[in-house]
């Protein structure tokens, strides 16, 4: 360890090497409220920094644990025993090409940054996970982040055209995968296989990414219905009106009811909730704002708020509850744990097909009686992604209670044709469900061909050990 | 004014406030410290970190915190996202008043003869 | 970054000794008002808190300090200069301000008493009740001795008589409305900024006519995120004939300038204050309004680095456009 450091300071100078306790302490962490452990942060600011890193990991045996902003919540981003390597200084947009329709960024750029960026140019990046404001987009490649977006963009395995890649081998070996262009092929796709990888396989150190005009106009609709049967009613006619939403998001009644105890709303946020957003042309805005707001009323909505742009969307509060989902959780929890006593908060990121999500509803809630937890419950309805979320205070609750209806959860998924992560990824939490999931599905074998790959790659298993594999 | 019982009240007051933060990183959005820092130290998120490691005693009040607390701005941007609501601001202040109090300074030391840094 | 306790040091020394954070001479803080007939006793009580007035002093201040952080010796020049503080004060080293930038700031203020009276608010000012709020004592964790200064001021304000004291900056106001109503330390005061009191009588005030240029507006984070300054200053901006434009940031989301860590991190704070100088010029405005003396420093000396617009406090441009 101590060499490890010696050397990683002789080779990039102090600047980018830090063994401050203090310092070192806020990279070991994550939302989850997982906690780990490190010796050193290491600061890369160039390809070559990264490369000489990589190197001298190689050399001293050293885990890396590669890090973006740290917003995982599996465990995917907390070390244990090695350095931290933070991607936070390599934050630079390299290239913008709207006529190629993609961009060339480094990791450490942030999701909203680059798309700051991109407004003035009349494009988007289309993945927005909750935490764009802070997520970088290294830490969504390696999680295959998807968002509110997710209905009709998808996740970035849609949006991610080539890496550049640094392997941790004697040499700091640097891989440019992937293409300018979205067809390529390249043999075995192994800018898809980086995707949602974890930090296990490379360190990325370059990306281009896709981009996407942004809409000529937006309209948006939340509405509260009186059960779970209407609400689908609303989904289903939706799809078959081959309106394609871009965000198609949901919460159940008990939900809706704690996540807003404390939100000042200009409407009654009771029963069970559908947001929808649609993009539009501008001259067809008003026709299609009327005729969601008839398709939702004739489904049962008993409650109907409609927006037109995503500015008067906000001012009327349309997202707010939704936003609420994790701090709503992490609120109640702290209520609950008074003052002094740690907290975490557990978020499932299931999968079904979107037919069944009333049925994985259904089940998730009953499981709430059988634990006796308060579970939040919302999620992508129109990707069929839910996320379940209970609290657990340190000293009070039970974790093996959690851990087990965590594990039911996942039986659910599976059950019901989908599975374990949709968008937030294996890390240490969802292992067992990931082995769960391939074993119901009688390929266990993939799990050992994943081992094989991770051994190919990462000959020492130097990357992120411990996560995914 | 200020006996020990002032610097354990500050401390149970950082531990308990600081402690509601769910480590989102939302805050270090908006600060414009963060990107143009060195370091996650340089942002709310690790501001609020380090104020409650330091307050619970698990850290000492070294040079990292000290900068980290006195480089920022209180201009509470941080607090406009922070989704528990958190007074990001007079935390990181109870921080600089701690160190202040443990530091054992104040204008009635100016003749410059101020103990070194308390270190826990 | 520079030696924090140094700093909090050659602070609180100063605040000590003198009332100010900075060593000037006392007539700095109401040099402006000489020759004005403002009425010495009143409901409505000006108190300035000095900082408009410090400003250029505090200057030179940090640009000596600022020539400390590149210099490996840094930390000791400067524990040398808090242990000594105290005597080079008192051997009148206080340091020579740009002259430009005192008169500037007399005009300011010169300018915000102009305006209340052409919105018939009428107020008194008493140059020996004004001074130093103690703001950075406050910031810096100093509470005790904060507490102790503010006690002072406290107290010369209640023996004023006045009911209402209307101030001029966010941090005095932020201090006085807030953090003293906190602390239980001015409880009968009410407390107003000279932007509220305009605005409230708006319709007082004989402004030219037709067109005066574009503004592009920086919003001051306590004024914004605190004291709820927001519709103010547009308000009056827009009456004045002022287009206003607005940056990326603006209202209760703006963009600090920097300027509260000038004297600790130097280099950082002129980062800032370039990257915000940077979104108020992407506005293509004339010139920047700024509302706050710190903001008004720091913005200034970056637009002239990046060759932006002229950076102009508020008061100014509304002065400007005060009929005759
Ligand atoms: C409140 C909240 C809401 C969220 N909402 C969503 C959501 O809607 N959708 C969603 O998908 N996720 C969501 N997340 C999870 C998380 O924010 C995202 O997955 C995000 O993309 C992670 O980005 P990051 O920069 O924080 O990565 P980190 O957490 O730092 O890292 C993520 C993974 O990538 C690896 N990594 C990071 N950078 C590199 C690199 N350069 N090279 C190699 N490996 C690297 C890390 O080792 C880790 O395994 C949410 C999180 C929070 C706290
Ligand atoms: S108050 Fe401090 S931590 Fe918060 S945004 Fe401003 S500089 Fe950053
Ligand atoms: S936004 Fe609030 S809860 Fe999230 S990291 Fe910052 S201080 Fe903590």
């Known amino acids: 360890m101590a060499d490890a450091i010696r050397k990683l300071v002789r080779r990039l100078g102090p ?59 599996s465990g995917n981003a907390v070390p244990e025993n090695g350095i931290v390597v933070s991607f936070e200084r390599m934050n630079r947009i390299l290239e913008v090409n709207i006529i190629d329709g993609n ?31 802070v997520a970088t987009v290294g830490g969504a490649i390696n999680n295959g982040a998807g968002g509110l977006r997710g209905a009709k963009y998808g996740t970035m395995r849609e949006w991610v055209l080539g890496v550049n890649i640094v392997l941790a081998d004697s040499e700091g070996t640097l891989l440019r995968l992937g293409c300018r262009t979205v067809k390529c092929r390249q043999g075995y796709d192994l800018t898809r296989l980086i995707v ?11 990306a281009i990414l896709r981009i996407a005009p942004l809409p000529e106009d937006t309209v948006y609709a939340l509405a509260f219905f009186p059960g779970l049967d209407s609400l689908m009613g609303a989904f289903t006619a939706l799809r078959r009106s081959r309106i394609n939403p871009f965000m198609l ?10 996540a807003s105890r404390h939100l000042d709303l200009p409407y009654t946020p009771k029963g069970d909730m559908l947001l929808v957003g649609i993009e539009v042309n501008r001259e067809a805005a008003q026709r299609v704002l009327k005729d969601l707001e008839n398709l939702l009323a004739d489904h049962g909505a008993e409650r109907i708020i409609t927006a037109h742009g995503v500015e008067e969307a906000r001012r009327k509060h349309l997202f707010t509850v939704r936003k609420n989902l994790f701090a709503g959780q992490a609120g109640l929890t702290l209520d609950r744990a008074g003052p002094g006593r740690r907290i975490r908060v557990m978020i499932e990121d299931i999968v079904v097909p979107p037919s069944r999500v009333p049925e994985a509803v259904k089940r998730i809630r009953e499981l709430e009686s059988k634990y006796g937890l308060t579970v939040f419950l919302g999620g992508h309805i129109g990707d069929g ?29 599976v059950q019901l044709g989908g599975t374990v992560s949709a968008e937030h990824g294996i890390g240490l939490l969802k292992k067992e469900g990931l082995r769960y999931d391939l074993e119901s599905r009688g390929s266990l074998k993939a799990l050992s061909l ?20 | 004014m200020s006996g020990p019982n002032t610097i354990d009240r500050l401390r149970t007051w950082i531990s308990e406030t600081a402690g509601r933060c769910i480590y989102c990183g939302f805050c270090e959005s908006v600060c414009p410290t963060r990107p143009l820092g060195p370091h996650r130290g340089y942002g709310p998120r690790g501001r609020v970190a380090m104020a409650r490691l330091v ?34 601001a007079d935390i990181i202040r109870a921080a600089r008043r701690l160190y202040t109090l443990e530091a054992g300074f104040s204008a009635r030391e100016e003749k410059g003869r101020v103990p070194a840094i308390a270190r826990r | 970054m520079l030696d924090v306790r140094s700093i909090l040091s050659i602070l609180a020394s100063n605040i000590k000794a003198t009332g100010l954070p900075v060593p000037a001479p006392r007539e700095a803080l109401y040099s402006w008002s000489e020759g004005l007939s403002i009425p010495k006793d009143g409901d409505t009580l000006l108190y300035t808190g000095g900082l408009y007035q410090l400003l250029p002093y505090i200057e030179v201040y940090s640009s000596q300090l600022a020539k400390l952080e590149d210099k490996r010796s840094g930390g000791l020049l400067l524990r040398a200069a808090g242990r000594f503080s105290s005597l080079s004060r008192i051997a009148g080293a206080i340091v020579r301000p740009s002259k430009r930038e005192v008169e500037e700031s007399k005009r300011i203020l010169q300018s915000i008493v102009r305006l209340l009276d052409a919105a018939g608010v009428r107020v008194a000012y008493r140059r020996e009740v004004d001074g130093y709020s103690g703001v950075l004592l406050y910031d810096m964790g100093l509470d005790d001795d904060f507490k102790k200064h503010f006690a002072q001021v406290a107290r010369s304000l209640a023996q004023t008589g006045a009911r209402t004291i209307v101030t001029v900056d966010p941090h005095t106001t932020h201090v006085l409305r807030s953090v003293a109503r906190r602390l239980g330390l001015l409880p009968e005061l009410e407390v107003k900024t000279y932007l509220e009191l305009l605005a409230e009588n708006i319709d007082n005030i004989n402004f030219k006519k037709g067109r005066a240029g574009t503004a592009a507006i920086h919003d001051s984070c306590l004024y914004a995120r605190r004291e709820n300054v927001i519709a103010q200053p547009r308000l009056l901006l827009e009456r004045a004939g002022y287009q206003i434009l607005e940056p990326r940031r603006s209202g209760r989301l703006t963009y600090c300038c920097g300027g509260p860590i000038e004297s600790i991190a130097p280099k950082l704070s002129s980062r800032i204050a370039l990257a915000r100088i940077g979104e108020l010029a992407d506005t293509g405005a004339e010139r920047i309004a700024t509302m706050c003396p710190i903001c008004l420093a720091n913005l200034k000396r970056a637009s002239r680095t990046a060759g932006g617009p002229p950076v102009v406090d508020l008061s100014l441009l509304l002065a400007e456009r005060l009929e005759a």
């Open chain 2, 55 to 88: 307050a619970e005693g698990v850290t000492p009040l070294s040079n990292t915190v000290v900068e980290s607390v006195y480089t920022c701005l209180l201009c509470a941007a941080c607090e406009t996202k922070c989704p528990v609501g958190l007074p990001i």
């Open chain 1, 15 to 73: 600047r980018k090497v830090s063994t401050d306790q203090a310092l070192v302490a806020l990279y070991a962490r994550e939302p989850s409220g997982l906690q780990g452990r490190a010796w050193a942060v290491v600061f890369p600011e160039s390809e070559d920094d990264v490369r000489v890193i990589a190197r001298t990991a190689y050399e001293t045996d050293t885990p890396i644990y590669p890090q973006g902003s740290a917003t995982s919540l």
């Open chain 1, 450 to 469: 994943m081992a094989e790959i991770k051994r190919v790659f990462d000959p020492k298993g130097l990357l992120n050990p411990g996560k995914l594999v």
């Open chain 1, 103 to 133: 961009v060339v960024v480094e990791p450490g750029v942030r999701l909203d940054d680059l798309n700051t960026v991109l407004e003035r140019e009349g494009y988007m990046f289309p993945v927005d996970p909750a935490s764009s404001a």
């Open chain 1, 249 to 258: 998001e949901f919460m159940d009644s008990k939900t809706v009811e704690y």
């Open chain 1, 385 to 413: 992604n839910l996320h379940p979320a209970v609290g657990i205070v340190e000293g009070v609750d039970d974790p093996q209670v959690v851990e087990e209806w965590f594990k039911d959860v996942m039986r659910i998924a």
């Open chain 1, 196 to 206: 949602g990888s974890e930090g296990t396989l490379g360190l990325v150190t370059r």
